[in-house]
């Protein structure tokens, strides 16, 4: 057990841990898909958009899977759907903050209206889980 926690403390200071982000952001994309569902379908779906990172949750939990198998697929599938999920994130912190800005009396009624809206930062997770993907693609392959 020692052995293998030397070999993986190793690993991360040398940059090698591209199997371990690839990993993080396949299972960290779940949880968050999951919670996502749960919020938007109490929002009952209002906004189109809204759809759009559940449909996104599971090719990026495939390209993270794969690219803890494949670093072919940690180069190339895996950025490039985690470049989408970054995107989808920051599009949702505009769609919430103007969510909270078309209740009544907008931010003129911040204490309410930031507590009963859409949560503002929320969809930042969806930028940082897609931003581990990225950095997984930039990192060096555990040995």
Known sequence: MKKAMVKAQKNLLTGRFQRTLSALTAFSAVGLGFEI??????????????WTPIFLTPPLTAAGVAGVFSE??????LPAISAVYTLDGLIGMYTHLRGVYRKPGGFHEATYN??????????????????????AALARREK
Not at 37 to 50: I, Q, V
Not at 72 to 77: D, E, L, S, V
């Open 37 to 50: 569902y749960l919020e938007h379908y109490k929002g009952s779906f209002g906004d189109k958009w809204m």
């Open 72 to 77: 072919k697929h940690a180069r190339t599938t």
């Open 114 to 135: 930031l507590v009963m809206g859409p949560p503002l930062l929320a969809p930042g997770s969806l930028a940082l889980v897609g931003g581990m993907g990225l950095v």
